[in-house]
């Protein structure tokens, strides 16, 4: 069974450019959710994703966006970065938006906005 | 929304020390998960607390919900260099398809290193 793989592990950007972040689900899991861990926090939840749709979205502004794919895979976009971005993003995958499936964390992107 | 703190926020302690780590919220828990992140990595989930009064026990580490749902604990006995993490507790929030697993709602973690 593969895991949540997320890639760059790393990521060094300048203030005003735009970033992509990947994950690609564990296998046999159709839910993808994203999450950013400042440095000393817990994670906060950006938003989720579910047959491609977004499914729900926490408090963080537009510039964070996102894509489901038919494989499951998603992506996370953020544009206009701010230094303030400069976090741990971590995906997770799960069987299904509803409680009872426990949630799976990839290793994260840890991203640096300088 | 529901705050969870979690103390202490950080616990330095010696190899084979007892240790107990806490997790509070002024509402009422669902339920309640904890888990273990160690550096460079996401995540993982040790346990999910359901019911009040519940205890489970995963080795040495031992999962309290309070009988009112507004507190757990987690209790490690004899800890062990590889035990060294962040621990985190954590409540799903209901979302547009009615799962509380997608939104999880996170405490800002205890910070525990056993020195060897």
């Known amino acids: 069974e593969t895991g949540v793989t997320q890639s760059p592990t790393h990521l060094i950007k300048t203030r005003g450019q735009q970033v992509t972040l990947r994950c690609s689900s564990q296998?046999?899991?159709?839910?993808v959710s994203w999450y950013q861990q400042a440095l000393g926090q817990g994670p906060q939840f950006i938003f989720q994703y579910y047959r491609e749709e977004e499914n729900g979205r926490g408090n963080f502004p537009p510039r964070f966006s996102g894509l489901q794919f038919p494989n499951y895979s998603s992506e996370l976009n953020v544009n206009a970065l701010e230094l303030d971005d400069s976090a741990l993003y971590l995906c997770?995958?799960?069987?299904?938006?509803?409680?009872?499936?426990?949630?799976?964390f990839g290793n994260g992107t840890r991203l640096t906005v300088t | 929304t529901q705050l969870l703190e979690q103390s202490p926020q950080f616990l330095s302690i010696q190899e084979g020390e007892n240790l107990t780590v806490y997790c509070n919220s002024s509402?009422?828990?669902?339920?309640l998960q904890w888990y273990r992140q160690e550096p460079g990595e996401g995540p993982v989930l040790l346990v999910t607390v359901v019911t009040g009064g519940e205890v489970k026990k995963l080795k040495r580490l031992t999962f309290q919900f309070g009988d009112a749902r507004k507190d757990s604990s987690l209790h490690i006995t004899a800890a062990q260099t590889g035990d060294t993490g962040l621990y985190l507790c954590a409540q799903g929030v209901p979302l547009n398809y009615g799962g509380s697993q997608g939104n999880l709602i996170f405490g800002k973690g205890t910070k525990l290193s056993v020195k060897p």
């Open positions: 296998s046999g899991h159709n839910t």
């Open positions: 509402s009422v828990f669902s339920s």
């Open positions: 997770a995958s799960s069987k299904g938006p509803r409680g009872g499936s426990p949630l799976h």
